[in-house]
Structures are given as C-alpha cells and as structure tokens.
T-cell receptor, first 117, second 106 residues
Framework: EAGVAQSPRYKIIEKRQSVAFWCNPISGHATLYWYQQILGQGPKLLIQFQNNGVVDDSQLPKDRFSAERLKGVDSTLKIQPAKLEDSAVYLC???????????????FGEGSRLTVL | GENVEQHPSTLSVQEGDSAVIKCTYSDSASNYFPWYKQELGKGPQLIIDIRSNVGEKKDQRIAVTLNKTAKHFSLHITETQPEDSAVYFCAGQLIWGAGTKLIIKP
C-alpha cells in the first residue's frame, strides 16, 4: 500500500514570495491533516479536512495560509506572502477515521521542508 | 486553550536499560492518547496509543500508562536497543508535546 505522498521535499524562497505544497493521502482515507513543524518543536495542526470539508482550521494563519482539498482526495497548502517565521517542515497526514474526531492513527508523509530567506 | 507538556527533552540511557517519557495534558475532555516516533528526515509514526477507558497498554517492549486524574500519560520502553534512538512525541488534538530526544548509548 502506497503511503502519503508529498511534494516538493525541499523549497527555498525569499520572504514575501509564495509557495505551494501538495499532498496525496493514502487511498480510502477520509481525513487529511496539515501540520507545521518548526525545528526542535512538535507538530502543530494547521488544518483538518473530512473528505473535502474543513473540520478544524483554528490554528491556520488565514491572512497568509490557505488550503484546499478538491474532490476529497489530494490537498494543496499555500503560503502567500511567506515570512521568515514560516520556515518549517510541513507535514501532511491522513487517517481512515470518517467521524471527524481525533481518535485514530495518523499516517504521515515525509514532509516538505521550507526555508524562507 | 489546549496545553501539552512533555518531559524530559533529552533522555540518554544505556542499551538494555529502560526509558520513561511523561506527558501532561490540560484538556479534561481528551480521550485518546497516542505516542509517535520520528526519525531524522521522516514523518512521525505511531508506536502505541491508549484510550481513556484503559489504564495501561503493552506491545512487546513498549507500554503506555494513563492517569486521567492527574492528567498525564507515560511511554515506557524496556530493554532499549540502538534502533530506539529517535525523537518521541505525545500528541494532543491540536498541539503536540515538544518531543523527547532518546539516545541509546552502546
């Protein structure tokens, strides 16, 4: 079974530029998550999708971050304009859980490392 | 808001010894308590989890204990091996612990 796919693995941009990350979850997984992991810290949930609807985006900086999950499968996370403090690894995860609650194993991709100069 | 505190931040143990990592949470409504292991350059991977109706769960050398009254849960690794070296996270719903870097000394 294929795991969670993410791209690109690495991205370097200048501040105020834009960037987009793509995630393809495990087939059949209804729930998709985007996390931000700053070096030396634990992952922080940015947004949770249930199929193509948003379950939780309370920690997403909506003035610069946006995410969508078209057709309830792939997802894209965009940052525009980027700031220095956005330098982090952006992790995508998926889970089989269809109830929207946080009570099941998350399967993570390898992440997309963003460096903002 | 939700708060999750994890200790210690670094743990160095001799190969074969046991390691214990503790996590304290603030949300009384929490009912699911997972531990993830993250190796360098990879995404976290679930190693064990426990639900609020159970006090302890074991899986070979790994165990998790839960104290709902004190709002903490702990990860126990026995007979540590070199491949146990990694960063371990306890996870809340929105926020995770800051991680524990486990170093296994040969």
């Amino acid at each position: 079974e294929a795991g969670v796919a993410q791209s690109p693995r690495y991205k370097i941009i200048e501040k105020r530029q834009s960037v987009a990350f793509w995630c393809n979850p495990i087939s059949g997984h209804a729930t998709l998550y985007w996390y931000q992991q700053i070096l030396g810290q634990g992952p922080k949930l940015l947004i949770q999708f249930q199929n193509n609807g948003v379950v939780d985006d309370s920690q997403l900086p909506k003035d610069r971050f946006s995410a969508e999950r078209l057709k309830g499968v792939d997802s894209t996370l965009k940052i525009q304009p980027a700031k220095l403090e956005d330098s982090a690894v952006y992790l995508c995860a998926s889970s089989y859980s269809s109830g929207g609650s946080y009570t099941g194993e998350l399967f993570f991709g390898e992440g997309s490392r963003l460096t903002v100069l | 808001g939700e708060n999750v505190e994890q200790h210690p931040s670094t743990l160095s143990v001799q190969e074969g010894d046991s390691a214990v990592i503790k996590c304290t949470y603030s949300d009384s409504a929490s009912n699911y308590f997972p531990w993830y292991k993250q190796e360098l350059g990879k995404g976290p991977q679930l190693i064990i989890d426990i639900r609020s109706n159970v006090g302890e769960k074991k899986d070979q050398r790994i165990a998790v204990t839960l104290n709902k009254t004190a709002k903490h849960f702990s990860l126990h690794i026995t007979e540590t091996q070199p491949e146990d070296s990694a960063v371990y996270f306890c996870a809340g719903q929105l926020i995770w612990g800051a991680g524990t870097k486990l170093i296994i000394k040969p």
